[in-house]
């Protein structure tokens, strides 16, 4: 059975940090491209950062240089540091995968809707 579980949200202060966790199984963790997603009430699905098979990563303008996403192919984990955290980033956090290779520019420009494997969120709030 596939399973993504988000770990790791919260409340914060603006201009303080959090890490996200994404644990996964039941699929070749290693082999897939991997995202991180969020969502606000009443706004789309938007993407934050995107990591291929190989470790590259991908970011959205409004979080360059603010976050950053890794894996651990080992454990089969997906993380995200998010940092310099801002009111606009409150949303519900999900993370999900993509079945089948990509390349590393493939998997930077896939889109939300083209994602195979999604967790259920973890809700990030930020005050300012």
């Known amino acids: 059975v596939v399973e993504l579980v988000e770990l790791g949200g919260g409340s914060v202060q603006a201009g303080e940090s959090l890490t996200l966790s994404c644990v996964t199984r039941?699929?070749?963790?290693?082999?897939?491209?991997m995202g991180w997603f969020r969502q606000s009430p009443g706004k789309k699905r938007e993407a934050v950062a995107r990591?291929?098979?190989?470790?590259?990563?991908s970011y959205e303008d409004s979080v360059d240089g603010r976050f950053v996403i890794s894996r651990d192919n080992e454990k089969k984990i997906l993380y995200l540091k998010m940092n310099n955290l801002k009111s606009g980033d409150t949303a519900k956090y999900f993370c999900?995968?993509?079945?089948?290779?990509?390349?590393?520019?493939?998997?930077?420009?896939?889109?939300?809707?083209?994602?195979?494997?999604w967790g259920r969120g973890t809700q990030v709030t930020v005050s300012s």
């Open positions: 990591i291929s098979e190989s470790r590259v990563p």
């Open positions: 999900a995968a993509k079945v089948g290779y990509y390349s590393d520019s493939g998997c930077a420009g896939l889109k939300v809707e083209y994602f195979d494997w």
């Open positions: 039941g699929f070749d963790f290693y082999n897939n491209c």
